[in-house]
């Protein structure tokens, strides 16, 4: 190093110092990079990610509104099954009601004629023997 003047080594410093200088741009650079495509490829994946909800949330949402739609078209069904069943069961109640009002008519009518004809056979009865004392006052 004797050998080599101040100028020479105030060059080689600073030669040294620009190679270190492009040297650390470099890696600098390659980080940056780096870093770049690393943020674009998360970013990618966030992306991918969001996505995937989105077309799963929508799946849910249309699973979600075909058995809502499912079970009121159930719903429906059931209700018109259970307004049959009551509506056959109040025609059978007015049927009964009917058959029964009829069974009591008769009935009420087969008393009252058998009323009518005790009535009418006592009044008979009555007048016969009311027959008989006037033709015995008579003689």
């Not at 992306?47 to 249309?62: A, F, H, I, P, Q």
């Not at 029964?100 to 009252?112: F, Q």
């Not at 009418?120 to 009311?130: G, L």
């Amino acid at each position: 190093m004797a050998d080599v003047s101040p100028i020479q080594q105030r060059r080689m410093q600073d030669q040294k110092t620009r190679q270190q200088t492009t040297e650390a741009r470099e890696v600098t650079s390659e980080f940056e990079k780096k870093q770049k495509d690393q943020i674009r490829k998360y970013e990618e994946m966030l992306k991918k990610t969001k996505n995937d909800y989105e077309l799963e949330l929508g799946r849910v949402k249309s699973e979600y509104d075909k058995k809502k739609i499912d079970l009121i078209k159930r719903q429906d069904e059931i209700l018109k099954m259970e307004q049959l069943k009551l509506s056959e069961e109040l025609s059978d109640i007015k049927k009964s009601n009917v058959d029964r009002k009829n069974e009591l008519k008769m009935s009420n009518e087969s008393e009252l004629s058998s009323l009518i004809e005790s009535h009418n056979n006592t009044i008979a009865n009555a007048k016969k023997k009311f027959d008989l004392e006037m033709a015995k006052n008579k003689k």
